[in-house]
């Protein structure tokens, strides 16, 4: 950065560096592509557009298939559509991973497409979730991917910045996902509309933790969820953190917020609005028919643990389903080799195939009329897991599963049995 130039938020850092020039909020930039993700259920119009171009992919090794959406395929017209992606990323040698490897945005991170400074683009709206590792990830539609696919580039508008900072600690009981909530209700279910998210919250966050912050930004209507990386949590990052990806001192936002960790408590998103957040005491006591723990939000190997915390040595209500799905194949072997799963499955959990599950309303889980679901994802919108007059409420990993317990939304608290003596 010259001296001359202005100090710039990491957005305008990143697109800057990938298109080679100088840019701020409101510029055009053309910037290259480090990773292109293609999801099982956009995938026939993303090749359908590449073949009406009479294009392939430029980068076949930037470019990712994920079959996870509806997997394994629940029926023949999602499972042709599967095939056609298998086939197109063997013929022409991209990658592909097939039912059962996990959700996109999981697999991706795990597999270090996704790294700080990178531009990664999905065919799903929850690419955010890549700024966890300082990545600028954000979805597109199947032609601007398709684009993307061919080129190796793609144009955007240069975002303007919002500022969140943490601060305090959070307390015991309460975790990221709380915050996460917390900070959507702040923001407005379009309080961020095309702006980046730039997360301030020194080394408070792991890894996925982050995710689940940076995952979490698109509910806010937000183009890019991008965590600023501090202090000790620099190392679980993965790789080299490059200096030119830091926000400068004195970059300009369009706003900013504080979010004290220690007043919160356990939050929680009522129907049909993800900023429509509430303490989870004021939701006490409400029959639960479904609770869905795992997705791209809360379905990693800590979130497992968080539930098993509150499950070890309980069993699920007897009027509800607890459905837990891993978020990936690393996941559910991880669950598995350290004895989380069994402890699930002991206190009354039903497992699932690596991907989405249950997330929106496809497979696996679909919602009756009148059902309402506990689920630790990140969409509550009407119909979102089955019929229009179903209810889902967004939770925690430990929330989620005290509730299965209570067969009523609850805290993992009120588990706590007083013997009379
Ligand atoms: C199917 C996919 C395109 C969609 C998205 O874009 O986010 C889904 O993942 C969701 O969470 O609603
Ligand atoms: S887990 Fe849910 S939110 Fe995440 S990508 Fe899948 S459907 Fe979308």
Redesign the pocket.
Known sequence: MTPNQPPRTMAEKILSARSGKFVSAGDLAVVEVDQVMI?D??AQSVIKVLADLEATPKFPERVSFVID?VAPASTVSVAEAQKEAREYASAHGCRLFDVGRGICHQVLMEEGLARPGWIVLG????STTYGAVGAFGT?MGATDIALAAASGKTWLKVPESVKVTFAGDLRPGVSAKDAALEMIRVLGADGATYMSVEIHAGDRFTRGERMTLANLCVEAGAKCGLAVPGGEVLSDYGYDFPSWVYPDEGATYLREVTIDLSALQPRMSAPSEVDNVHDVSALRGLKVDQVFIGTCTNGRLEDLHAAADVLQGQRVAPHTRLLVIPASSVVMEQAMADGTLLTLMQAGAILGTPG?GP??GRHQGVLAPGEVCVSTS??NFIGRMGAAESKVYLASPAVAAATAVLGHIGLPEDLKVTVAS
């Open positions: 999801v259920s956009i959406h065919s799903d709206s929850h979805g989405c997330c929106m990140n969409r």
